[in-house]
């Protein structure tokens, strides 16, 4: 089935929902240290948090957290990786990792996850400047969440 999404106000969610979100922000601001204190303090069971926590996120945190996958091939010359990810740049994407093949046949593989909150353009034109590059054979987008 595929994945639907709604932006839905806060004061119209089941009060289950509003404290898993709750729960999640007192984690990642390190006011609590372990689920069961932050649950215990805001008045939700540990069961309702884990049923609902991975699919509630603040809008914010979602634009924020954009990150894709891309893979390129790239032939075989001295500079390519650091032309891409200079053109990555270029267009403010954020690389987080790189993992490449080692040379085959005149040819290697990378992969790189970029974080995209700073892009300065759509992704399908990052995607068609990376494509632009003298020496990169092909581009795909394999992932992103």
């Known amino acids: ?11 119209i969610l089941p009060e289950a929902i509003v404290k898993t979100i709750q729960v999640k922000l007192l984690l990642a601001s390190g006011d ?4 069961h204190d932050a649950v215990e303090q805001v008045g939700l069971s540990r069961s309702a948090f884990y049923k609902y926590k991975d699919g509630i996120h603040l809008v ?3 634009e924020r957290e954009r990150i894709v996958n891309i893979s390129i091939d790239l032939e075989h010359q001295s500079g390519m990786l650091s032309r891409v ?3 990555v740049a270029d267009f403010g994407g954020n690389v987080l990792t790189i993992q490449q093949s080692i040379p085959l046949q005149g040819r290697a593989n990378v992969v790189i996850s970029v974080e995209m909150s700073r892009l300065s353009e759509e992704l399908g034109v990052l995607l068609e400047g990376l494509e632009d590059i003298s020496g990169v054979k092909r581009v795909r987008l394999i992932g992103q969440g």
């Open 60 to 62: 914010n945190q979602l």
């Open 1 to 11: 089935m595929k994945e639907r999404y709604y932006l839905v106000r806060e004061d």
């Open 32 to 35: 609590v240290k372990t689920v």
């Open 85 to 87: 990810l200079g053109r």
